[in-house]
C-alpha cells in the first residue's frame, strides 16, 4: 500500500482565493482525520471522519473550512476565501476507526497564503 | 476536553545518552497514549503506543511508562543515535462528542530531540 496520499504537496495561493487539499486513504481504513501543524499552536484536529460521516469538526477554526469525503477513499479540505493566518502544513490520517489503533499520516501539504 | 502537556519542548542530548520526554493529560477516561515522531519534511509516524491496562512498554531502545494515578506518560530513548533527532509528539485519545466507537486523537506540543555525534 502507497500510504495516505495527499496533494498537492505544497501550495502558494493569494489570500482571497479558493484553496483545495485532497487526501486518498489507506484501503480499508474507514477513520479519516485532517490535521494542521503550526509553530504556535502544533498539530491541531480540525475534523474527523467516521465511514464518511463527520463525526466531531469542532477544531475547524471558521465557516471559511469545509471537509467532505464524497466516497470513502477520499476527502478534501477547502479553504475559501483563504487568509495569511491559514499558512500551515495540513495533515490528514487515515485508521481503521477502532479506538486505540494507530493513525497513519500522510505527508501533508504546506500552504501559504501571500 | 482533552488538554496534552508535553515537556521539554527541545532535548539536545550526545550520541549513547538517553532522552525522556514527558506528557500529562486532563481526560481520566483516555486509555490509550501513542507516540509519533516526526521527521523534517514528514508526517507523523508512530513509534510506540501504550494501553490503559498496561503500566510499561518496551521496543529495542524504546520504552513508554504510564501512570494512570498521576495521569502521566513518558517516553524513553536509550543509547540515542544520531537518526533519532526528530520532533517527538505525545498522544492521549478521547471520546469524541457523539460517544461510542468515535475519539479524537490530542497531541502535545512535540519536543525537538538532537542527537550530537
Known amino acids: 500500500d502507497a500510504g495516505v496520499i495527499q496533494s498537492p504537496r505544497h501550495e502558494v495561493t493569494e489570500m482571497g482565493q479558493e484553496v483545495t487539499l485532497r487526501c486518498k486513504l489507506i484501503?480499508?481504513?474507514?477513520?479519516l482525520f485532517w490535521y494542521r501543524q503550526t509553530m504556535m499552536r502544533g498539530l491541531e484536529l480540525l475534523i474527523y471522519f467516521n465511514n464518511n460521516v463527520p463525526i466531531d469538526d469542532s477544531g475547524m477554526p471558521e465557516d471559511r473550512f469545509s471537509a467532505k469525503m464524497p466516497n470513502a477513499s477520499f476527502s478534501t479540505l477547502k479553504i475559501q476565501p483563504s487568509e495569511p493566518r491559514d499558512s500551515a502544513v495540513y495533515f490528514c490520517?487515515?485508521?481503521?476507526?477502532?479506538?486505540?489503533?494507530?493513525?497513519?499520516f500522510g505527508q501533508g501539504t504546506r500552504l501559504t497564503v501571500v | 476536553g482533552e488538554n496534552v502537556e508535553q515537556h521539554p519542548s527541545t532535548l539536545s542530548v550526545q550520541e549513547g545518552d538517553s532522552a525522556v520526554i514527558k506528557c500529562t493529560y486532563s481526560?481520566?477516561?483516555?486509555?490509550?497514549f501513542p507516540w509519533y515522531k516526526q521527521e523534517l519534511g514528514k508526517g507523523p509516524q508512530l513509534i510506540i503506543d501504550i494501553r490503559s491496562n498496561v503500566g510499561e512498554k518496551k521496543d529495542q531502545r524504546i520504552a513508554v511508562t504510564l501512570n494512570k494515578t498521576a495521569k502521566h506518560f513518558s517516553l524513553h530513548i536509550t543509547e540515542t543515535q544520531p537518526e533519532d533527532s526528530a520532533v517527538y509528539f505525545c498522544a492521549a485519545t478521547s471520546v469524541g462528542r457523539s460517544g461510542g466507537s468515535n475519539y479524537k486523537l490530542t497531541f502535545g506540543k512535540g519536543t525537538l530531540l538532537t542527537v550530537n555525534p
Open positions: 481526560d481520566s477516561a483516555s486509555n490509550y
Open positions: 490520517a487515515s485508521s481503521r476507526g477502532s479506538m486505540n489503533t494507530e493513525a497513519f
Open positions: 484501503s480499508g481504513h474507514n477513520s
